[in-house]
Each structure stands twice: as C-alpha cells, then as structure tokens.
C-alpha cells in the first residue's frame, strides 16, 4: 500500500505552483555562448537549488548545452549535483569549506575554493592522505569583502600554495560586487586581478584559467570575458534591459473566491485597507508560506484575466486579497499570475524585487518547495 499521499497529488491540485521552461534555459544558454564565442568556457551556477528552478532538472538540461562546468554554495549542493552529472563534470563551491567536509570533497573530487593558507593546508593534508592532487581553485578579493585573499597579498599566497605538491592550481578568479551598477569599479576590479595573476606567472606559476564574470559583467563588461563565464541571473531570464534572455520562471496561483465589499469595509490583518467605495475582492491562495512575501502587502500587481489587479491589504501566510474590480468576469478557479506573463501583460520577478524592497535573486530564491509550491517543467526534451 503507497501511504505517501503526496505522490498522487497531481500539480494541478496544489493552490500554487511554480512551471520552469527548460526550452527557455537552453535558449538563455546558447545565446551566452554565442555572446562569449568559443574563446572561453561556461560555468553554469546552479547554488540555491538553481535559484529555486530545481536543481535536477535544471542540470540536466543544461548538460545536454554548452555549459563545461557547475557552481555551488556548499558541499550539500555539490553532492546532490554529482548525483545528477556523475563524476565526469567539474563542480565548484565557492563558499569556504568547513574542516569536517575537507574529506568529502577530497573523496568526491569537488573544487573547494581557497580563501587562507590555512584551508590550503588542509586539503594538502588530506589530499596527501588519500594519495591524491586535488584541485582547487584560489579567489582574490578585489571589493567584495566576502571571501578569498586580499589582491594586495594574493601573488605570494598564490605562490606558496603552488608549492603545496598535493594540490594542483585550477583556476583563479574573483567576483565582482557591482557589476550591475558602477562598470568603473567594475573595471578596476577586473584591473587587479589580473594584476596578480600577471605576478603570479612572473614567479614561475602555471595559471591554466583566470575567471570574473558574472551575469552582469558578461553583459556589460565584454573584456571580464576572460577564460571562463559564471552565469547565474542570465541563464534563468533575468537580464534588465535585455529582451533577448527568456524567463525561465511562471508562479501561478488560483482564485479562491470574489466577493463584493462595501464601501467602509477593511481587508486583511491589522485593518489597514479601507474600501473607499464598492469593490470587487478575490482572495487568492498565495501568501507569504508560498514565497509571495508579506513586504507586497498593498504595493504589488498580479495578473487575472490578462488584467493587472493590484494586491490590498496585507500578505497572509495562506493567502492575499486582490482588488479584481477591473475585471468583472473573475471568478472561482481563474488563474493568477504572480511572475509571468499572461495574455499581452507580464511581471517579471524584477517587478516584484522592485515592490518588495530586495532583488530578483531573493525573490526567486524564495518560491517555497516542499508541500506548497510544486515545480512543473516544460519543453523537457530537446524538440
């Protein structure tokens, strides 16, 4: 007997769902290769469970493109990709490694980045003890003030870990803070880190790949091209000021009923909407469990019979109350479109950055999973 009811859900029951365009992602990769041309390779960042567009199926579809390798945050996510590439692709995880995954990662030949001596010495050490060159891949610090070596000092750490003869020198590479912003700093940024990499070859150490450019850089700053790209934004359609790039992300959710309200009437917690004369009212089943944060509350639009609606009152976990006025035929069932497109209107997850005070990456990252919003995915196969 199956007692997991879960599995027999079909998506088309849940009250919130999330569709992932995989022809979409496919197309936002080609048109990166052909930007970059053959000149340099493709590292798909695929952290965050791909920016909340499911990690599996996203990596999949992507090794069937031109992308070369795989980014991560942290070794969980590294793990779950090998599962999904086998051990034929490179994975890198840029954040630092905690000691007790040193072993692992040596294990599993997953790229730990380096920020100190100290985690080079470790993965010597255990590299050594599993009877191995590990590689790994060496950030400078050139503004971001996260990780990785300040680039002032970088060149002589640099050396030094070359000199470690278990580990073997992949890559170095910085990231850029503002890229999206001020392409000044941007390009002084770019201008240190090659800085030390010229240093570093000065003292006699092979570089085989020097790599900078994020989304916004590759866009922006064409001479961040360098070895190797970091798509992340890009990849999954969100490229401001670019319609070439295809969102690769729907949330969607349904009406759960519409009443009429009188004029005087509140809507929501705390009362702070005020019918100021008769209304139509849906309440929608998406609320801030699903990831339709409580910051809209009374500031954003959603899509309902090709109409944008704007959202009053206050965000609830289950649910938010729309003003449907507008659309007279909106009724129990009607599809919602909280980032998408529908009929000739479309919000795109910028829009809904721009009313809740943070960036698409947050927004995006924030679509819940488990039990709430289920992941449907379209144009699987290559037509």
Same mark, same amino acid.
């Given at each position: 007997?199956?007692?997991?009811?879960?599995?027999?859900?079909?998506?088309?029951?849940?009250?919130?769902?999330?569709?992932?365009?995989?022809?979409?992602?496919?197309?936002?990769?080609?048109?990166?290769?052909?930007?970059?041309?053959?000149?340099?390779?493709?590292?798909?960042?695929?952290?965050?469970?791909?920016?909340?567009?499911?990690?599996?199926?996203?990596?999949?579809?992507?090794?069937?493109?031109?992308?070369?390798?795989?980014?991560?945050?942290?070794?969980?996510?590294?793990?779950?990709?090998?599962?999904?590439?086998?051990?034929?692709? =490179?994975?890198?995880?840029?954040?630092?490694?905690?000691?007790?995954?040193?072993?692992?990662?040596?294990?599993?030949?997953?790229?730990?980045?380096? /920020?100190?001596?100290?985690?080079?010495?470790?993965?010597?050490?255990?590299?050594?003890?599993?009877?191995?060159?590990?590689?790994?891949?060496?950030?400078?610090?050139?503004?971001?003030?996260?990780?990785?070596?300040?680039?002032? !000092?970088?060149? !002589?750490?640099?050396?030094?870990?070359?000199?470690?003869?278990?580990?073997?020198?992949?890559?170095?590479?910085?990231?850029?803070?503002?890229?999206?912003?001020?392409?000044?700093?941007?390009?002084?940024?770019?201008?240190?880190?090659?800085?030390?990499?010229?240093?570093?070859?000065?003292?006699?150490?092979?570089?085989?790949?020097?790599?900078?450019?994020?989304?916004?850089?590759?866009?922006?700053?064409?001479?961040?091209?360098?070895?190797?790209?970091?798509?992340?934004? =890009?990849?999954?359609?969100?490229?401001?000021?670019?319609? !070439?790039?295809?969102?690769?992300?729907?949330?969607?959710?349904?009406?759960?009923?519409?009443?009429?309200?009188?004029?005087?009437?509140?809507? /929501?917690?705390?009362?702070?909407?005020?019918?100021? /004369?008769?209304?139509?009212?849906?309440?929608?089943?998406?609320?801030?469990?699903?990831?339709?944060?409580?910051?809209?509350?009374?500031?954003? !639009?959603?899509?309902?019979?090709?109409?944008?609606?704007?959202?009053?009152?206050?965000?609830?976990?289950?649910?938010?109350?729309?003003?449907?006025?507008?659309?007279?035929?909106?009724?129990?069932?009607?599809?919602?479109?909280?980032?998408?497109?529908?009929?000739?209107?479309?919000?795109? =997850? =910028?829009?809904?950055?721009?009313?809740?005070?943070?960036?698409?990456?947050?927004?995006?990252?924030?679509?819940?999973?488990?039990?709430?919003?289920?992941?449907?995915?379209?144009?699987?196969?290559? /037509?």
């Amino acid at each position: 007997m199956n007692t997991n009811v879960r599995t027999m859900i079909p998506p088309s029951w849940y009250r919130c769902r999330a569709e992932v365009d995989l022809g979409a992602l496919r197309h936002n990769a080609a048109l990166i290769r052909q930007r970059i041309g053959l000149r340099a390779t493709i590292m798909a960042v695929v952290k965050a469970d791909a920016y909340g567009h499911g990690l599996e199926p996203v990596a999949s579809a992507l090794m069937q493109c031109s992308v070369d390798s795989f980014g991560v945050a942290n070794l969980g996510e590294a793990v779950a990709l090998r599962e999904v590439a086998g051990g034929g692709w =490179a994975v890198l995880v840029f954040g630092s490694a905690l000691p007790c995954e040193v072993a692992k990662m040596v294990e599993l030949d997953i790229t730990p980045t380096l /920020s100190t001596m100290a985690e080079a010495e470790m993965f010597a050490a255990e590299a050594a003890r599993q009877g191995k060159r590990h590689r790994v891949q060496i950030e400078v610090d050139t503004g971001m003030g996260r990780t990785g070596f300040w680039h002032e !000092e970088a060149a !002589e750490h640099i050396c030094a870990i070359a000199s470690l003869p278990s580990l073997e020198i992949e890559a170095i590479y910085t990231h850029f803070p503002s890229a999206d912003e001020n392409l000044d700093v941007t390009r002084q940024e770019l201008g240190a880190l090659l800085h030390v990499a010229n240093a570093v070859r000065a003292g006699g150490v092979v570089v085989p790949c020097l790599h900078a450019a994020n989304s916004a850089a590759l866009l922006n700053v064409p001479e961040a091209v360098l070895d190797m790209v970091r798509p992340g934004l =890009a990849l999954y359609g969100i490229a401001p000021g670019n319609g !070439e790039f295809r969102p690769v992300l729907s949330f969607k959710s349904r009406v759960l009923l519409v009443r009429s309200v009188g004029a005087g009437r509140t809507i /929501s917690y705390g009362q702070t909407f005020v019918a100021e /004369s008769p209304m139509r009212i849906a309440t929608v089943a998406a609320g801030y469990a699903d990831g339709f944060s409580r910051c809209l509350s009374s500031k954003a !639009e959603v899509l309902i019979g090709g109409t944008r609606c704007r959202v009053v009152g206050r965000v609830t976990m289950d649910q938010i109350m729309v003003d449907v006025t507008p659309v007279p035929q909106a009724a129990c069932g009607d599809e919602v479109v909280l980032i998408g497109r529908q009929g000739a209107n479309e919000i795109t =997850a =910028a829009d809904v950055a721009g009313w809740a005070g943070t960036i698409p990456w947050e927004v995006l990252c924030g679509i819940t999973k488990t039990g709430r919003v289920p992941r449907v995915y379209r144009n699987v196969s290559v /037509s």
